[in-house]
């Protein structure tokens, strides 16, 4: 397995050096802007090479049986869709109708949650199982395209994420799945030396978040909704929880300001901690440490009795939820 991720992190570092290089010929930049931190057009594209390291490393040493065409055919889709946003920056509504059409076709080919399981039972879920979904898949996709505005952020916690999954994965019996995770994780690692590079710089764009994030979204589903293990459905939740909340605050914030869902603007967690005088490495830096303990404590649920898992859930949502509103509080915009 250490050759495999070896050959991941090696082919995304050195795919990117080309991949920057045709983004700058094809002018495939991103233009400065009032919520973006940097200050000249950066090459935008850096998914090109995660996406056919992935892909590529994963039909090489993992295959593409049944089970995975449908997690294989919506990434795909996803990555297309975050290409073409990348390069014509197309409406909101589009790019949304676009994940509804991948995400769909990825359920259809049957990635979905089957059912969740309860103390010494499993519960089939039935038509529940096409919202639950759909919601799913679409809602960490975005989570992970929301977050995606310093340098290494939605790299560095996808990469994080991915890891923890393939550990909870592996503690599932699903090897298969677990390998896909470890070849996404360094795949991303071999990117973020050219995100976090100060000349020759390169971000991830839509193209690699959009695939980065249902690429997890996917794993989770294949690796723990579709194992009968006890309550461990809520590790995933608990890994990403971090774009999760920071998914549903934004969408709460604002639909209060009476803006549109789908408008950006600078109320995101990394947003908020550069206004309090954080750095942005440090910024960076802090989330990563966050999600780390929180892949821990997701990990460390899967081990727990139904009862446990479900206190320890609430205990950790509740502390977000609770330093989220201290952290809003103190916030203060720049001008």
């Known amino acids: 397995m250490i050759e495999v991720l070896v050959f991941s992190f090696v082919l995304s570092y050195l795919l990117c050096i080309a991949v920057r290089k045709a983004l700058i010929r094809f002018n495939v930049l991103a233009a400065p802007s009032e919520r973006k931190v940097h200050k000249e057009a950066i090459p935008e594209g850096g998914g090109i090479a995660i996406f056919i390291t992935v892909i590529l490393a994963s039909l090489l040493f993992v295959g593409s049986h049944g089970e995975f065409l449908g997690f294989y055919v919506g990434a795909t889709l996803m990555f297309f869709m975050g290409l073409i ?4 920056d197309i409406r909101a509504r589009y790019k949304l109708l676009g994940q509804i059409i991948a995400t769909g076709l990825a359920m259809y080919l049957g990635l979905t949650i089957e059912f969740v399981t309860g103390h010494d039972s499993i ?6 199982s096409i919202p639950l979904t759909f919601m799913w898949l679409l809602g960490i996709t975005n989570a992970i395209n929301l977050i995606d505005g310093l340098d290494g952020l939605s790299g560095g916690v996808g990469a ?13 019996g ?7 995770a470890f070849i996404l994780a360094a795949a991303t690692v ?17 193209t690699g978040s959009q695939f980065l994030g249902f690429s997890l979204a996917g794993l989770a589903i294949l690796g723990v909704t579709k194992v009968a293990a006890t ?14 909340f920071d998914t549903i605050f934004a969408i709460v914030r604002r639909t209060k300001n009476g803006q549109k869902i789908f408008v950006a603007d600078r109320g995101h967690l990394h947003h908020r901690l550069l206004d309090l005088g954080f750095t942005e490495r440090k910024a960076v830096t802090f989330i990563y440490y966050v999600t780390v303990l929180l892949g821990f404590v997701a990990i460390f649920s899967t081990r727990l009795k139904p009862k446990d898992a479900v206190i320890l859930f609430i205990i950790t949502v509740g502390i977000i939820v609770a330093l989220s509103f201290m952290l809003a509080r103190q916030h203060r915009p720049k001008k």
């Open 85 to 88: 946003d990348d390069i014509f």
């Open 174 to 180: 699903r090897g298969d799945v677990a390998a896909i």
């Open 231 to 244: 309550f461990v459905i809520l590790a995933p939740v608990m890994i990403l929880a971090i774009p999760i």
């Open 190 to 206: 071999g990117f973020l030396p050219h995100n976090f590079a100060k000349k020759k710089k390169m971000f991830i764009g839509d």
């Open 160 to 172: 994080i994420v991915a890891v923890v999954l393939g550990i909870v994965a592996l503690g599932q």
């Open 123 to 128: 519960i089939h879920i039935g038509i529940l």
